[in-house]
Structure formats: C-alpha cells, structure tokens
C-alpha cells in the first residue's frame, strides 16, 4: 500500500489526461480514472487503475467514487477544448467546462477532498497586449473556450475561500508530443494541434498542412506558438499536487510553457528535418482571434515548484509524436 494520497483524475482516457496517470504512477501514487469515453480511449488507462466510465456532472457517482476510493485530491482534465467549435456551438463548452466543473466541484467538497489541480488554458489571455504573458496579465478570453475555463478558475477560487479545499490551476500553452516510451500520446481523430497534424501529413494520413496566416507581426510572417511537452506538463501536475500537500493553505495560478516560441513554418521544417521529407503546406486566410505571438512567462511555476523541463527540444517533441503516430497506426490498423 502507498503511503500517498489517492487522486482521481477526470478525462484520464485523453491526451494529457493519460499522460497524468502515467506520472501519478511513475512517482507512487495510487490513481482513479473517471472519463465519459467521448474523446477518451478506455485502452489509454493502464490495466492496474481503477477505472469509471462515467460523467463528472454525475454527482452521486462521483460522491461515491471518491468515498470509495478514499480520494484526497482530483486532477481536472475532463472537458471539451476546440477553439472552433466553442464559437459555434458556446452552450456545450459552458456546459462541459463550467457547469460540469461546478458540480465536479460540490462533490469534491461534499466529499472532503482537499486538493483539486486544474487543466486550464492561455486562452484565458485571449490576444494578450504583451509577449511573454505572465499570470497576472489581463484575462480577457475572446471565445467561449477560454471563458469556459475562465469560469471555472473563479469557481474554484471562490470555493477555495470558503471551504477546506486548496487548488493549483495550470494555464496550457501548446501542448505536444507523446510519452517517451511509447506508452499515451495524441489519439483523437480529426485533432488540429499543428504538430500532430504535421506528424499526419509526413505519414500520409493528410494531403497537406494547412498554414493559416502568412502576414503575422513574426520574423516569418507566421504565428509563433510555445510548445510544451506533454510529459512535461504531466511532471508540472505532479509537483503542483506535491506542492498543495506541503502548503494546505496556498493556493497556486501558473502559467506551463517554455518561455520560447516557434513558428508555424519553423515547426512544419522541424518535422521535415526529423522525417527527411518535406510536408505539403497550403497557406490559408488567418483564423479569427489567432495572435501573432502567444509565449509563456514561466518564471513563477519554476520558482514555485522544482519543475525542470526534460524535453524542451522541438524536434525531441517532433520526434515522440511521429513515433506515437506510428504506434497508434499499429493499434488502430489502419
């Protein structure tokens, strides 16, 4: 028996999600997975962890879960996370990501959880007025995504203020790669992250690259994106729920980047570079909202927690994604 606390992940079966189970482990914590399976693969979750299929707004479900399990913390990820379709379609992103949230939160209370780590995002920032942007830079979300996530920030804060609970939200940038062995990586069909669609189009599952805007206030013309490894940012959630055990009282808003920026052009080189090919890239018209340039200020997470990033190398991160590209061509047959 491990002498840590038990987390229950929410969305354990996506992306980042998988990867947090993977680093809870790798570092000795017993983990629950909670996840709905919309977005989410059951064969991500590893044989030994306990696994709901379920929704988070459940809140019976949860309640129980959490007692059953003996949970002391929750790492958020479960929700919707398309730009795009959150302008289309506002209600779904303001009921997966806030109103789920809220309740995911009163179970959380009701079951004297006392941490609570979550998946939140730069675009809380919408198109910030300086680069690099750092935590305490106006938060003015232009699409419902970011003010979905916004939202449940100021829920948790709120809830924090007045109940034994401590939380640590962690603001994404560009999230990339796979695990180093091979183990989770980006598996959602039709995903627009550009380095999973680069590594699509090497492999011959896209025609092309689409690259939207060419007229960027950049050194190319192209927007300029912080890159994080997805492993990385698993680490950061590790530390950030080490850190909450130490200090019950403190309460933590940190941004998870480099601190360095890449170009759409310099990523779509990066992968011809790691396969010895040249990608077909299509220049297209700008996406609404798109900002030149959208880079972490870092500085606070690396002082407040140990967090040393082990793959901050573009083409490290390029690299684990094309082989995970090619495992999960294996998985799926096809």
Known sequence: MSDKPTVLVTGGAGYIGSHAVLALRDAGYPVAVIDNLTTGFAWAIPDD???????????????????????????????????????????????NNSAKSRNLIESAVNAGVKHFIFSSTAATYGVPKESPVREDSPKLPINPYGMSKL???????????????????????????????????????????????????????????????????TPDGTGVRDYIHVSDLANAHVLALEGLIAAPEENYTLNCGYGRGFSVLEVLDAVDRVTNMTINRRIEGRRAGDPDSLISDNRKIMAQFPWQPKHANLEEIVNHALAWERKLTDIRGA
């Open 49 to 95: 962890v306990h696994f709901t299929q379920g929704d988070i707004a459940d809140q019976p479900l949860v309640e129980a879960l959490l007692k059953e399990q003996n949970v002391s913390a929750i790492m958020h990820f479960a929700g919707s996370i398309i730009v795009p379709e959150s302008v289309e379609n506002p209600l779904k992103y303001y009921h």
């Open 151 to 217: 939202m449940t920030e100021i829920m948790l804060a709120d809830v924090a203020a007045a109940h034994p609970l401590n939380f640590c939200v962690l603001r994404y940038f560009n999230v990339a790669g796979a695990d180093p062995q091979g183990r989770s990586g980006q598996s959602t069909a039709g995903a627009t992250h550009l380095i999973k669609v680069a590594v699509e189009a090497a492999l011959g599952k896209r025609s092309h690259v689409s690259v939207f805007g060419s007229d960027f206030d």
